[in-house]
Structure formats: structure tokens, C-alpha cells
């Protein structure tokens, strides 16, 4: 079966400090891999996907993601952090051959001042 | 900019009312989705559309309904709304072509007492 794990609730970085938010998969085939944020009260936001190539892809407001095929792993990482990225964060996978996405249960990125 | 838009951000029904979620997106994008968000459970796929009078059950379809008459316009009936569907709905649309992200509306926050 197809799944994505956000192994942590919450996550808490000082502003300036990197942060890194985590997910992994479990997909047959290549999978499709993206990065969603949600600000209160909003929808989701597209920040960055992996298709294939570059391992390291970069995306809006300064994220990238380190996608790691043997680690089935597609990490979010921000070299410095601010308080107004403090929000939540979605990983989701969409598997080749299907229409449907398949999203973790979203991680709460808390930025302290 | 894509726009999805979606016709009330808050409701508020009885139990055993008929609820209908409108969707409608101006991007020409074949796909559409209908979720529902709730906390630690992330978003779950209720029903998608891949094309006009087409659509598929998600992972938790019991209890609605789903029509799209018009490519741009996606709705999500409650047939009888319960106080277990109290949640936050969000709408989504893509294109078909599978590396391409979603883009989501900003949500409706259904309360059924």
C-alpha cells in the first residue's frame, strides 16, 4: 500500500537556525513527491515537487528538499529560519499511473523569536 | 494565478440536512479533488473527478456525493449530514499529467450540529 509518514507533530527551531521538516514514503515505482504549506484558516499552497533528476530541489520562500531514493526519504530543509514560516507543513506523493495523491498528516513548524 | 475558489468558508447545518460544497476552478485543469482535513489525520481523498461526469470514490466516500456537470465546477454533496462530518473541506484541481501539483481553495469550515 501506498503511504507518507511525517514522523513528527510538531517541530520547533529558533529564528536564523535551519530547519528540517521530515517525510517518507512508500510508493511502487518512481514516485511524484511534494511539499504543501498551510498558513491559519487557509488552503494549501504548492512550495516545491520532485520529478526526477537533481536530487536537491528548490522551491518558493527559500525551501528546498533532498529527495533520497534508498532512504525513501524527501526531507524539507530551510537554511535559515523565520518566524513567518511558522505554519503547517504537508508531504504528499502521487504514485505513477494514479490520479491520487496521497498526503501525511502535516507537521506543525513553530519558529521562536 | 490559478484561482480555486470555493462558495463558503463557513457553514453551519443541522443533522440531516442536505449540505452541497461548491468547487470551481478557472485553469482548465482535468482533475479535481475533494478532501477533508482534520487534526493528526491530515487530508483525507473523499472523491475525484478526472473528466466531466467522471469521478472516483477516495478513501472515505461513505456519506457523500460528487457531481461534475461542467469541467470548471466540482461539487460535494452531504446526502444527510452527521456530526461525524464536521471538518474543515478542501477543494483541489491539477492538471492530468502526473508531475504536476495541485492547487487548492481555501477550505470551508462545515460545523453540524
Known amino acids: 500500500a501506498q503511504s507518507v509518514a511525517q514522523p513528527e507533530d510538531q517541530v520547533n527551531v529558533a529564528e536564523g537556525n535551519p530547519l528540517t521538516v521530515k517525510c517518507t514514503y512508500s510508493v511502487s515505482g518512481n514516485p511524484y513527491l511534494f511539499w504543501y504549506v498551510q498558513y491559519p484558516n487557509r488552503g494549501l499552497q504548492f512550495l516545491l515537487k520532485?520529478?526526477?533528476?537533481?536530487?536537491l530541489v528548490k522551491g518558493s520562500y527559500g525551501f528546498e528538499a533532498e529527495f533520497n531514493k534508498s532512504q525513501t526519504s524527501f526531507h524539507l530543509k530551510k537554511p535559515s529560519a523565520l518566524v513567518s514560516d511558522s505554519a503547517l507543513y504537508f508531504c504528499?506523493?502521487?504514485?505513477?499511473?494514479?490520479?491520487?495523491?496521497?498526503f501525511g498528516t502535516g507537521t506543525r513548524l513553530k519558529v521562536l523569536a | 494565478d490559478v484561482k480555486v475558489t470555493q462558495s463558503s468558508r463557513y457553514l453551519v447545518k443541522r443533522t440531516g440536512e442536505k449540505v452541497f460544497l461548491e468547487c470551481v476552478q478557472d485553469m482548465d485543469h482535468e482533475n479535481m479533488f475533494w478532501y477533508r482535513q482534520d487534526p493528526g489525520l491530515g487530508l483525507r481523498l473523499i472523491y475525484f473527478?478526472?473528466?466531466?461526469?467522471?469521478?472516483e470514490k477516495g478513501d472515505i466516500p461513505e456519506g457523500y456525493s460528487v457531481s461534475r456537470e461542467k469541467k470548471e465546477r466540482f461539487s460535494l454533496i452531504l446526502e444527510s449530514a452527521s456530526t461525524n462530518q464536521t471538518s474543515m473541506y478542501l477543494c483541489?484541481?491539477?492538471?492530468?499529467?502526473?508531475?504536476?501539483?495541485?492547487?487548492f481553495g481555501p477550505g470551508t469550515r462545515l460545523l453540524v450540529l
Open positions: 504528499a506523493v502521487r504514485a505513477p499511473g494514479t490520479y491520487k495523491y496521497i
Open positions: 483541489a484541481s491539477s492538471f492530468r499529467a502526473p508531475g504536476l501539483a495541485q492547487y
Open positions: 520532485y520529478i526526477t533528476g537533481d536530487n
Open positions: 473527478s478526472y473528466d466531466v461526469k467522471m469521478k
